[in-house]
DNA sequence: TATTTTTATGTCAACGATTGCAGAAGTAGC
DNA sequence: GCTACTTCTGCAATCGTTGACATAAAAATA
């Protein structure tokens, strides 16, 4: 691996000479120019960009940290940062926390460490947000995406997430399901709490009253989306819409009303925020809040590297983008208002009917 | 941001001593040593990692880049890699190349640039590998996943491709469709050609002629699925089955089916590579050729971190991991062979009639 | 032609860690 | 008290760039 040396000795010039030539900052006359760029070609020369790190006290690396990017929300996010970042000469570091905050901490200084000039991030939930303080402190900022820690002024690009809830209420309720169940996410999650509250808010300017058994509680994995869309079916008292708050969750969900046979929508409607896989390969499509993931990233990742060169200093702001509800069959059933089955199905099975609506 | 030096200082040490502390290597009385750690803590130091590479030489960073990782088969790879290179104190710089060998070069210079200690590289085709070859020249480890560039001595990790689609064929001609078309990736590419080849090797073994008719050239994008099954299931002779060289691609023709009314498998069988959605949500349910995407990002980590730390020094091979065909609805048509639908369905239209197979 | 101004280039001390070495200080064995 | 260890300090050199400053050469001005 060569070095400027090298190359200056090559050109017969000197380092600073090669320097100025590689930077363009000042100029050279051409005829050397010429010379020490056939050097550098010659040698096959890549500045070393450590080097120049250590000297300029800036590295042009931007750490991302995410939950999962086997989630395909995230690489939507990923895609956006990425672009805009190579744009302006940043590269991404990337690091999958696994929802762990402990995995978070050490990645995150590790980051540091690494003396990146700037981190995107998706926090996992909990209080214990030392590590983000003390990192901003550091001076190197910090814009999260998607999730924000609660009670912390900091830069963060959000979904209007209230609002996409309470759009897909109205939507449902405009439709004729009056019975609307919700999985939400972990509700230490800001976001997971959002969407509820957008959901009652939709049941409530509609003048429905807001009933805790309709209201589950899942953790953003497949799993749960199942499991609770089981228990949910399995109620002697069926919801005939499910509302559910993300996309993963959702095929835990699907998974659950074949096994148990049940027709979507004829027999339960189904809204789900997110949308994996857009207007194909579900069967039935599926009715979603979209999240403009390609664009959050792009968001935070400008926002984030005009915090870097200086460009905004004012104080930490949270941007929140629009979803959009995008109506599919699977909340299509022929129904109208008043054939509406509040009470359907009566299995037998456990758990106590619900109070009317 | 505190250095070395103020941790001495603090701590009433050398700065050997502070780094003999941090780095282990040479022991220190456990009283210092204790002074030492609780200095650090108390400046909230970390170790300025840009200082450390450019003294020893080694960043503990690993190139990756990928054609996209908006493709649901790349995030697999690189939490496999990932994984593994946080195990052993890597990071992954990861970029996106879209398919655009001009990006691709870009992105290899910036990481040679940056000093990463070795490249994970899914290679977009094209003869043109002289970057990759100087980077390698340069002391720069590359080791290539999923894709190889033809014609060149590298390290590798691959899916088995031929046996792949070969034992999908043989699948399909055992439970009755003889008429199999193919929809490859883009021919310059060494996969889609393995995938054909694997194609052609099970028709010939069972003694069903190859007809090029059959073998429609796609470029592994949504969109050519999407062309190219229109074309062939507008064809006066319908295929009883198709196989689509890879996930992306099937969702565009699955959305041709749908456009055409056309019924899988009932009017057609479907087999693709990648299982994107798993056992879920597609309808109907996809019998896939299935990578085992994280086995390869996990394995192709290994490997390159072995050759940065001399562990591995034999010549660049090729490692070839075995797919797992998963048998789903989508070739489960209730035909009996005699009934086999050679040619079904003279819908009129363009092109002229098959030769009889 | 002499002097000033402008422009192009060379020189060299940083940046923050690592590593090796000379030597100081303390402990232990004889 | 002498020798042999062990543990630590202090110092210097180094990694490859940058960028302020010095200097030389060329151009402009008197």
């Known amino acids: 691996m060569s070095t400027i040396a090298e190359v200056a000795k090559r050109a017969g010039a000197s380092t600073g000479t090669v320097s100025n030539v590689i930077r363009g900052t000042v100029r050279v006359s051409p005829a050397l ?3 020490v760029e056939s050097a550098i070609r010659d040698l096959d020369f890549h500045p070393n960009e450590i080097a120049r790190s250590l000297k300029v006290n800036q590295t042009y690396m931007l750490g991302m940290v995410l939950p999962d990017v086997t989630n395909p929300f995230f690489p939507l996010i990923m895609r956006g940062a990425e672009d805009r970042a190579l744009e302006r000469g940043f590269l991404l570091v990337t690091a999958n926390t696994d929802e762990q905050i ?5 990645i995150v200084s590790a980051l540091r460490s690494r003396r990146v000039d700037g981190i995107l991030l998706t926090h996992t939930g909990g209080k214990d947000v030392d590590h983000i303080r003390r990192t901003i402190e550091s001076g190197i900022p910090i814009v999260c995406l998607d999730r924000a820690p609660v009670g912390m002024k900091i830069d963060a690009v959000m979904l209007d997430n209230v609002r996409g809830a309470q759009d897909c209420v109205r939507h449902l309720i405009r439709s004729g399901y009056l019975t609307i169940a919700i999985i939400t996410g972990p509700l230490q999650l800001g976001v ?10 939709g049941l409530r300017e509609a ?8 209201i589950l509680e899942g953790d953003f994995r497949e799993n749960s989306g199942y ?5 949910l079916l399995l ?7 499910i509302l559910v708050s993300n996309g993963v969750m959702t095929l835990g969900v699907l998974q659950a009303f074949e096994e148990l046979g049940v ?7 189904l809204a789900t925020f997110d949308d994996l896989a857009g207007d194909r390969a579900f069967h039935p499509r599926l009715t979603a809040v979209s999240q403009p993931g390609y664009e959050i990233g792009a968001r935070g990742a400008t926002l984030l590297m005009d915090r870097i060169e ?8 949270v941007v929140r983008v629009a979803p959009t509800l995008i109506v599919r069959d699977s909340t299509r059933a022929q129904l109208s208002p008043e054939r509406t089955p509040l009470i359907r199905n009566s299995d037998s099975y456990q758990k106590k009917a619900l109070p009317s609506s």
């Open 102 to 106: 402990e995995r978070e901490r050490r």
């Open 192 to 201: 997971a709490r959002e969407r509820l509250r957008g959901y009652e808010e």
């Open 235 to 241: 109620q002697f008292a069926r919801p005939s819409a």
């Open 227 to 231: 499991r609770l869309a089981k228990d």
């Open 207 to 214: 003048g429905i009253e807001v009933c805790k058994d309709l």
């Open 263 to 269: 027709r979507c929508p004829e027999d339960v409607a």
């Open 310 to 317: 200086g460009k905004v200093t004012k104080k930490p702001s």
């Open 33 to 35: 120019r010429a010379r």
